[in-house]
């Protein structure tokens, strides 16, 4: 157990490198959620604040801007497990005497905290443009907790999308569900204002219950079954990933 954890730790400190050195990483995973914050704040929601029912549209907007950070953060973990497996890294370190888990390990612990990172940096932002929460010390160390849980969960599906993709373009679709699905939720307008079929399916999404948690946790509101729905939906999530993930690495041809 000790020889795993000092090479996981190895393995994070590769991958923290390789952030350093590739800083358009966390700009891509914040900048991306900013411009949708600020467009939306600025362009939209005058708009979209009447359906919201909320006195500040900043304030219903910033959790569903989280969700979308993690997204981003999750299609970059992807990206960067497809690099090693076709650049023939992961191959060369199934010939070293390491642990096999550590580097999965590394790349989940290194993106998750540039995932979280680029959060915080988000919740800034939001801060500077007028975002005001009313929620306690405890409501905000839930939303903390259950923000981290769903970056676990989006990562590990994340490393198992790169493991499983032949080529960069095969993270496509990936890309496209996590980033679709916010706009699908109840990230920027409640599932009532929205057209049958599409009310239905943003109503029985997973992010749905997650945001309004986050949103609940933040604001002070009550939270109700969100909770116990969307902190399920992460385990499940984090279940599908991690499994899938370590399948994909044990049936590798080359291992």
């Given amino acids: 157990m000790s020889e795993a954890m000092t090479d996981a730790a190895t393995m994070l400190r590769r991958n923290l490198r390789h952030t350093v050195r590739n800083p358009s990483a966390i700009i891509m995973t914040v900048a991306m959620p900013v411009l949708i914050l600020l467009l939306f704040v600025y362009v939209f929601g005058g708009a979209l604040n009447a359906g919201t029912g909320s006195g500040d549209y900043i304030d219903y907007l910033v959790p569903g801007v989280l969700i979308m950070t993690i997204g981003y953060g999750a299609t970059t973990t992807a990206l960067a497990v497809n690099r090693d497996m076709t650049a023939g890294i992961i191959n060369r370190f199934r010939t070293m005497a390491i642990s096999r888990s550590s580097v999965l390990t590394g ?149």
Avoid at 211 to 231: E, F, H, N, S, W
Wanted: glycine fraction near 12%; aromatic fraction near 8%.
């Fill in 107 to 255: 790349h989940v612990i290194g993106s998750s905290a540039r995932t979280m990172l680029s959060a915080a940096l988000v919740i800034a932002v939001a801060l500077a443009l007028g975002f005001r929460p009313a929620g306690d010390a405890l409501g905000w160390l839930g939303a903390a907790g259950l923000t981290a849980l769903l970056t676990l969960a989006l990562t590990w599906l994340g490393v198992a999308v790169g493991l499983a993709s032949p080529t960069p373009e095969g993270t496509g679709p990936f890309t496209l569900v996590v980033q679709l699905l916010p706009f699908l939720s109840s990230a920027f307008v409640p599932p009532d204002a929205m057209s049958g079929p599409v009310r239905w399916f943003s109503a029985h999404e997973p992010f749905t219950p997650i945001i309004d948690c986050l949103r609940g946790l933040m604001l002070g509101t009550p939270v109700g079954r969100d909770g116990v729905v969307g902190v399920a939906w992460c385990l499940a999530l984090t279940a599908v990933g991690y499994l899938w993930a370590r399948l994909l690495f044990r049936r590798d041809p080359n291992r």
